[in-house]
């Protein structure tokens, strides 16, 4: 087995730990400090001279030119909206040795209903479910699955929730690697177990919950030459980074007040923070969007952080969301979520699962639509809005994690009326009913079609 560093040049990239500062040159196969355990994350020497000035081969104007210019290449690493901003990322020399499946490139859409339900006047999401494999995951795994592949592994793995699972066995499939899945039993929406098989995964259901699965992993990869693709891996967090660096392009490099994220195991947040920093730093931007973080009442790990210990020691939590995505009590990179709330000022919210389900069906009844755990965004805002935090005037951006299909179970049960069957009484089951949907029986007679059809009108008039 090669070492996981040993064709990555020292000067291009480090790998730091975030708690000790120590550089690690072997990482292990955890991906934590030899010294301290901690995480690390990847850092890049060659962008600050020894005088700690920026580095002068960055000219933000020239490199944001060059990214636009890639748009119109055929190239195959321009046509990734990943590798488009390849010189922020780690360095692959040979094209060949990247696998992708040309990810991110993803919309901003504005959500105008949205807007007005949470009050405030700008409201756009970035909807990464637009993903090859339908969420944001796609964007770490083109980086990580690369640095497996070149590092000489047959086996990748990861623990997941789902959405890791299909995309990293997607990106296991295009390069030839095998990959292990572990998944807790019964939590995972259909739509990503069945990705993960189709891409030819070996999945394991385990009786726990994704952070048992995530503890089982470690011991297996101690004992195999397996290489770990969950977000603990660095790789994975600067692939990840660039859904804010697209963002910020779309934006034209005006940044918004607010970017909110759903929390889980924390990578996402930890990516985008970092980019968000690394952006300033380098003098892409000249301010930094608050980015806040929201979980669900039940998986509420990092609001529970905050609250209780100010961000200083994890408190874990039984978790239980039917956001099945989200379903985490011990989140991996809660320092790392930290150090994003306080670098830019952001916060943490929690929002019930009614909350989260009528926030789902208002993203989708603004054409958009998203997964569960994508629509804790929305339910957040309007919690943010409503304390004050976030102002009507201020523009906010929501990320958005999976695609709808991903989990239809729950849209479905939704607008059956079933997923809150008998506990959602008074003003809170008038609301949600206000949005189900359900798929109406009829005989096959046109007449009952249109009375159907008079009686929506009709309704909507009134
Ligand atoms: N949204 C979706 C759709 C997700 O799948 C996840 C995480 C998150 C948000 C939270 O992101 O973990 O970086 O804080 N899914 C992981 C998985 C855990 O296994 O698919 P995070």
């Given at each position: 087995?090669?070492?996981?560093?040993?064709?990555?040049?020292?000067?291009?990239?480090?790998?730091?730990?975030?708690?000790?500062?120590?550089?690690?040159?072997?990482?292990?196969?955890?991906?934590?400090?030899?010294?301290?355990?901690?995480?690390?994350?990847?850092?890049?020497?060659?962008?600050?001279?020894?005088?700690?000035m920026r580095a002068t081969q960055f000219s933000p104007g020239a490199l944001?030119?060059?990214?636009?210019?890639?748009?119109?290449?055929?190239?195959?690493?321009d046509q990734s909206g990943v590798?488009?901003?390849?010189?922020?990322?780690?360095?692959?020399?040979?094209?060949?040795?990247?696998?992708?499946?040309?990810?991110?490139?993803?919309?901003l859409y504005a959500l105008p209903s949205c807007a007005r339900a949470a009050g405030v006047e700008q409201l756009v999401a970035k909807h990464q479910g637009m993903n090859p494999t339908g969420s944001f995951k796609d964007t770490g795994m083109t980086v990580a699955a690369s640095a497996a592949r070149r590092a000489g592994f047959r086996w990748v793995a990861c623990a997941s929730?789902?959405?890791?699972?299909?995309?990293?066995?997607?990106?296991?499939?295009?390069?030839?690697?095998?990959?292990?899945?572990?998944?807790?039993?019964?939590?995972?929406?259909w739509g990503?177990?069945?990705?993960?098989?189709?891409?030819?995964?070996i999945t394991i259901e385990l009786k726990t919950d994704f952070d048992g699965c995530l503890q089982i992993l470690n011991e297996v990869v101690d004992r195999r030459p397996v290489y770990l693709l969950n977000s603990v891996n660095p790789y994975r967090i600067e692939g990840q980074k660039t859904a804010a660096i697209e963002l910020l392009e779309q934006l034209d490099w005006q940044s918004p007040d607010h970017i909110i994220v759903p929390g889980g195991n924390l990578g996402h947040a930890a990516a985008l923070g970092k980019a968000l920093r690394e952006l300033e730093e380098l003098n892409f931007i000249t301010r930094l969007p608050k980015v806040?973080?929201?979980?669900?009442?039940g998986a509420n790990p990092l609001v529970r952080t905050m609250r209780e210990t100010g961000g200083r020691k994890l408190i874990s939590v039984q978790a239980e969301t039917a956001a099945s995505a989200i379903r985490i009590g011990s989140p991996a990179s809660w320092k790392k979520a930290v150090r994003v709330l306080e670098q830019t000022g952001g916060t943490t919210e929690e929002v019930s699962e009614v909350d989260i389900a009528w926030a789902k069906a208002q993203i989708g009844?603004?054409?958009?639509?998203?997964?569960?755990?994508?629509?804790?965004?929305?339910?957040?805002?309007?919690?943010?809005?409503?304390?004050?935090?976030?102002?009507?005037?201020?523009?906010?951006?929501?990320?958005?994690?999976?695609?709808?299909?991903?989990?239809?179970?729950?849209t479905l049960k939704f607008h059956r009326g079933e997923l809150f069957a008998g506990r959602a009484r008074g003003r809170e089951g008038e609301m949600l009913a206000s949005h189900e949907r359900a798929p109406i029986v009829l005989e096959a007679r046109a007449d009952a079609v249109l009375s159907v059809l008079q009686q929506a009108e009709d309704t909507s008039e009134g």
């Open positions: 087995m090669t070492n996981l560093t040993a064709s990555e040049p020292s000067e291009i990239l480090e790998l730091r730990c975030i708690g000790c500062g120590l550089r690690n040159l072997n990482p292990g196969h955890r991906f934590r400090c030899s010294a301290c355990a901690d995480l690390l994350e990847i850092v890049y020497p060659g962008w600050t001279r020894s005088d700690g944001k030119a060059l990214w636009q210019t890639r748009r119109k290449s055929l190239a195959p690493m590798w488009r901003f390849r010189e922020l990322l780690p360095g692959f020399p040979d094209e060949a040795g990247v696998i992708s499946l040309r990810e991110g490139n993803t919309p929730t789902g959405n890791t699972s299909a995309s990293m066995a997607a990106y296991a499939a295009r390069a030839q690697m095998r990959s292990l899945v572990l998944i807790p039993e019964g939590k995972v929406s990503k177990l069945s990705q993960a098989l189709d891409y030819g995964a806040s973080i929201i979980q669900a009442e009844a603004d054409g958009v639509g998203c997964e569960p755990a994508s629509a804790v965004t929305l339910a957040g805002l309007k919690k943010l809005v409503k304390g004050g935090f976030v102002k009507p005037g201020e523009s906010v951006v929501l990320m958005l994690t999976g695609h709808l299909l991903k989990d239809p179970e729950f």
